[in-house]
């Protein structure tokens, strides 16, 4: 039976690690050729486990020329791109905002919305040569709700599910879909300790108000973005997909007091 990429050739970004490497996996089992860029290095070591489908660039996505060979080299190889994951971007440095530098302003919104624009830019240019594509961007549940302490990241990735919906309609006539994924608390290299293992450690703390209660995982996130790469959404685009295990819907303030509130079970009151 043919994979749900079969023969679709497909970039990701931020591949070395995290969602981005469980989507290279994920892809290549359904069929797709894989380009994985990355900053770090580790995309060889995941274009070497994932096999002959994948090749590895470096490639930092907030540099416009970097970007633009990346998809040159996209193009050489495989003649087109058919989809494009945005998924590079870091958090970290959460504080109150007049705690916030204007450095970490830059850094943060550098890669998590700025490489996110050149991608699209870079990639709907080369898309639009060949009669279309799939875009999709790692966004967060920090950009649908606000989170307590991450007004920096939280405006960049509300500014990538902006950039998601509008792209989308710009190029709805075009053949090129564009929808974005808000993760939400995910087992990734983004928390501290999880390139040990996949899955959290058994008995490790889930934060409160998330109503699947579990972490989600790369995996979770992977499915996501197969799903919306697919011609199985054929007539999805400008979505904001949260995979989050409910926890926009039910939002009530990550960190902040709620008097009166209780998660306790009504038969444990
Ligand atoms: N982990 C979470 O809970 C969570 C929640 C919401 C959103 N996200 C978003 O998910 C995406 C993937 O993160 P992850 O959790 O897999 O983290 P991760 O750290 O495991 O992976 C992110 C990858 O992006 C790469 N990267 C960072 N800066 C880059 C740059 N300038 N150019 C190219 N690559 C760069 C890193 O080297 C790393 O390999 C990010 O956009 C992140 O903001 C994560």
């Known amino acids: 039976m043919a994979g749900r990429l079969e023969g679709k050739a497909c970039i990701i970004t931020g591949a070395g690690s995290g969602m981005g490497r469980a989507m290279a996996h994920r892809f290549v089992q359904e069929g797709a050729q894989v380009l994985l860029a990355d900053i770090s290095g580790q995309q060889d070591e995941v274009a070497r486990a994932v096999g002959s489908a994948a090749t590895a660039i470096h490639c930092d996505v907030a540099d416009e020329d970097q970007v633009q060979a990346m998809i040159a080299a996209a193009e050489d190889r495989f003649g087109r791109i058919d989809v494009l994951c945005n998924n590079a971007g870091f958090g970290g440095g959460m504080a109150p905002l007049h705690k916030q530098s204007a450095e970490h302003w830059d850094r943060i919104h550098a890669v998590n919305i700025r490489g996110v624009f050149l991608g699209m830019k870079h990639g709907i240019t080369s898309m639009l040569k060949t009669g279309g594509g799939a875009i999709v961007n790692t966004g967060s549940a920090s950009g649908v709700i606000g989170w307590k302490h991450h007004s920096v990241y939280g405006a960049a990735k509300a500014g990538v599910h902006q950039l998601t919906k509008i792209a989308a309609l710009d190029?709805?006539?075009?053949?090129?879909?564009?929808?974005?994924?808000?993760?939400?608390?995910?087992?990734?290299?983004?928390?501290?300790?999880?390139?040990?293992?996949?899955?959290?450690?058994?008995?490790?703390p889930v934060l409160a108000g998330i109503p699947m209660n579990r972490w989600g995982t790369a995996m979770d996130i992977a499915n996501a973005a197969l799903y919306l790469a697919s011609d199985e959404a054929a007539f999805v685009t400008g979505v904001i997909l949260p995979v989050d295990g409910g926890y926009c819907i039910g939002f009530s303030g990550m960190g902040a007091e709620r008097p009166g509130v209780t998660t306790a079970d009504p038969e444990d009151l």
């Open 171 to 204: 190029y709805s006539d075009k053949g090129i879909r564009v929808n974005a994924i808000a993760p939400g608390t995910m087992w990734t290299g983004l928390v501290a300790g999880s390139a040990q293992s996949e899955t959290p450690p058994e008995g490790y």
